[in-house]
C-alpha cells in the first residue's frame, strides 16, 4: 500500500526562488516516485527558521492536526532540516518526517543499478548524515521501511563518526580510481580525434530516449525522475560520416544539493570534457524556462557553461499549442525542436551538429598507391567518399575526412 504523505513547503520570501506552487509540484512528483501518495499540502510562510523546527510552532500545531485528519504515514518538508529539528518535528507529528534531500537519496538508492551508481550514492547518503550524527551513533537505516529508508546498505547498525567518515574516505578512493579510468578512455578518444557530445537537461526530459533514438543503445527509459544515473556512452555516425561519442548522464533538478553534485563528480566529467552539450529541454512543461534555468545554475557550477551548447526542445508530440512551440523557439535561438520518442526532426539535429563539427573535417584529393586498400578502407570509415576512381598506377578518390586522417594520408 502507498504510504500517505503529507508536503510541507516552506517559504521564505526569497526572489530567486520558484513559485511555491512549482516547488509543491516538484515534490509531489519526487514523493511519486518512490510510490507516495501526496494526501496534503501545506505552505508555510516564514521570515527566518526558527531552531526548534525550522518553521513557527503554530504552523507545526497545525500540521499535526493535519497529518491525523489524513492519517498520514510521511511528512515531507521542501527545505532541508537539520538533525534536531528531525527529531523534535517526528516527535510532535508522530509520524516520519525527511526533507526534499532525503527524498532524492532515496530515489538514488533504487534507481542505482551499477557498482559505480551505488558506490556514488551510498557516498551522498554518508556525506548527508554525517552532519546530522548526535551522540554516540545513527541507524543508517531507520526501522519501519518505506520512503527515505533505503540506507547505503548497512542496515540497523549503529555506525560512529569515525566508521563513517572511514568509509567516506575509501568511497572517494574508490571513486576517484573510477574517474581515472574515465580520464584514460576520455584521453584515447582525444588522441583519436574523435569528438565528444554530453546529453544533459532536467531529469525527465528525454535524455535517455533520444540516446536510444540516435544510437539505438537500448537504455532503460520510462516516465519518471532520475531514470539514468548510471552514465552511458555510444558511438553515433553523423550524415556526413564522421564519428562522434554520444554519452548521457544523470538528470540535474533545481537547488540540486552541492553534495548530490560532488558525488556525481566522476559521472559528470562527461559534461565537463565534452566538445559539445544538447541541451535536452522537454517543451510540453508549461515550466520549461525555470527547468532550463535550473539546468544552467548546474551547469555553471561545473564550470560547463560556456561550452557550446544545442538546445534540443523535446516531446513536441505533446504540446498541443503551435503558438507555445513557436515561442519556446524564439525564446532558445540555437535550438531544434525533436520528438525523441517518435524519432521526429533528429535528421535535422544530425545535421546541426554537422555544422558544429565542420572546422574538425577536411576534403581531400589524392592518390593512393595500389597495395595501400587499408587507407581506402579507413576513408570509407571516417569520412564520405564523394568519388573513387581505380587507375593503373593508383587510387584516385575524392572525399571528405577527418583532419588526422587526412594528416596520416599526407604522409604517404
Known amino acids: 500500500m502507498a504510504e500517505r504523505v503529507l508536503i510541507v513547503v516552506v517559504d521564505f520570501h526569497k526572489r530567486d526562488t520558484w513559485p511555491v506552487e512549482d516547488v509543491a509540484l516538484e515534490l509531489k512528483d519526487l514523493a511519486g516516485s518512490c510510490g507516495g501518495h501526496v494526501v496534503s499540502t ?49 516527535e510532535e507529528f508522530k509520524v516520519k518526517t525527511i526533507d526534499r534531500t532525503q527524498l532524492i537519496l532515496d530515489i538514488f538508492a533504487r534507481r542505482a543499478k551499477s557498482q559505480e551508481g551505488k558506490m556514488q550514492v551510498e557516498l551522498a547518503q554518508l556525506e548527508y548524515l554525517l552532519p546530522r550524527l548526535t551522540g554516540k551513533g545513527v541507524e543508517l537505516s531507520r526501522l519501519g521501511g518505506g520512503i527515505g529508508t533505503v540506507g547505503p546498505g548497512e542496515t540497523k ?60 543503445a ?90 557550446t551548447i544545442i538546445t534540443v526542445l523535446n516531446k513536441i508530440d505533446k504540446v498541443t499549442d503551435p503558438a507555445q512551440l513557436r515561442n519556446a523557439e524564439g525564446y532558445f535561438p540555437n535550438s531544434v525542436s525533436v520528438s525523441a520518442l517518435n524519432k521526429d526532426n533528429l535528421f535535422f539535429l544530425m545535421e546541426r551538429i554537422v555544422d558544429l563539427f565542420v572546422p574538425t573535417m577536411t576534403d581531400i584529393d589524392v592518390k593512393l598507391p595500389l597495395n595501400r586498400m587499408d587507407l581506402v578502407n579507413l576513408i570509407h570509415q571516417d569520412g564520405q567518399v564523394h568519388s573513387i576512381e581505380y587507375l593503373q598506377d593508383g587510387i584516385h578518390i575524392r572525399a571528405t575526412v577527418s583532419l588526422k586522417t587526412a594528416r596520416k594520408i599526407e604522409k604517404i
Not at 73 to 86: A, C, E, N, R, Y
Not at 234 to 251: A, C, I, M, W
Not at 252 to 265: A, N, Q, V
Request: net charge neutral; charged share 30%.
Open 42 to 90: 501545506i505552505i508555510s510562510k516564514c521570515d527566518k527558521p526558527t531552531a526548534q523546527f525550522l518553521i513557527g510552532s503554530g504552523k507545526v500545531k497545525e500540521i499535526a492536526e493535519d497529518c491525523i485528519a489524513h492519517n498520514v504515514d510521511l511528512v515531507v518538508f521542501s527545505h532541508d532540516l537539520k538533525g534536531s529539528q528531525q527529531r523534535n518535528l517526528e
Open 157 to 216: 547498525l549503529e555506525v560512529d563518526r569515525r566508521r563513517i567518515s572511514d568509509r567516506i574516505t575509501r568511497l572517494k578512493r574508490d571513486l576517484s580510481d573510477v574517474s581515472h579510468s574515465r580520464r584514460l578512455t576520455r584521453k584515447k578518444r582525444s588522441d583519436q580525434r574523435i569528438p565528444t557530445i554530453a546529453l544533459v537537461g532536467y531529469t525527465n526530459a528525454g535524455k535517455s530516449t533520444l540516446l536510444n533514438a540516435l544510437t539505438d
Open 218 to 307: 537500448g537504455q532503460v527509459t520510462h516516465d519518471g525522475l532520475f531514470t539514468t544515473l548510471d552514465p552511458l556512452s555510444r558511438q553515433l555516425t553523423l550524415p556526413n560520416h564522421q564519428k562522434v561519442v554520444l554519452s548521457d548522464t544523470v538528470g540535474f533538478m533545481y537547488e540540486l544539493p552541492h553534495h548530490l553534485i560532488e558525488s556525481f563528480k566522476a559521472t559528470l566529467e562527461e559534461v565537463i570534457d565534452a566538445d559539445l552539450l544538447l541541451h535536452v529541454v522537454d517543451i510540453s512543461n508549461p515550466r520549461f524556462r525555470n527547468l532550463h534555468e535550473a539546468v544552467m545554475t548546474v551547469l555553471k557550477e561545473l564550470n560547463s557553461d560556456g561550452k
